[in-house]
C-alpha cells in the first residue's frame, strides 16, 4: 500500500465521521437526547476505529512525505491527538448531567473536529499538487 492509498483511507473516513457528527448535534439541539447519545456513540466509535487503524498503519510504517508542508502536519496532529481526549470527557461529562461542562466541550470538540477537517484536506491537496 503506497503513501497516496493510505492517505485517501485515512481521509475516506472523514464523511461518515462528520455526518454522524452533525447528526449528534442536531438532535442534541432538537432535544431528543436518547436518539443524540445512540449517534453520538456511533460517531465515537467510529472515531476510535479510524484512529486506531491510522495508529496501526503509521506504526507499520506508512507516511505520507514531502509534498505537505511540515507546519500543516504538525497542525493536523496536533488537533488528531486531542480528539481521544475529548472522546472520553464529553461521554463523562454528558452521563453525569452536567449539562454545561458537556455543551462547553462539544462545541470545543466541534472547532476541533473543524479545524482536523480543514488541516486534512490541506493536507490531501498539497499531496495531489494543489497547494504549494
Given amino acids: ?17 462528520t455526518i454522524t457528527l452533525v447528526w ?14 445512540k449517534i453520538a456513540v456511533t460517531h465515537a ?13 503509521v506504526r507499520n510504517g506508512y507516511r505520507l512525505e514531502g ?20 472522546l472520553i ?7 453525569t448531567g452536567r449539562r454545561s461542562a458537556h455543551r462547553a466541550l462539544a462545541f470545543v470538540y466541534a472547532i476541533a473536529w473543524t479545524a482536523a477537517l480543514v488541516t486534512g484536506a490541506m493536507i490531501f491537496m498539497a499531496h495531489r499538487g494543489w497547494l504549494r
Fill in 67 to 86: 509534498k505537505t508542508p511540515e507546519w500543516i502536519l504538525n497542525a493536523h496532529l496536533t488537533v488528531i491527538y486531542a480528539i481521544p481526549l475529548f
Fill in 1 to 17: 500500500m503506497g503513501a497516496a492509498l493510505l492517505l485517501y483511507v485515512i481521509e475516506g473516513a472523514a464523511p461518515l465521521l
Fill in 24 to 37: 449528534a448535534v442536531v438532535l442534541a439541539l432538537r432535544g431528543n437526547i436518547p436518539r443524540h447519545r
Fill in 45 to 57: 466509535v467510529a472515531t476510535v476505529v479510524s484512529y486506531i487503524v491510522v495508529i496501526a498503519l
Fill in 89 to 95: 470527557a464529553l461521554p463523562a461529562t454528558g452521563l
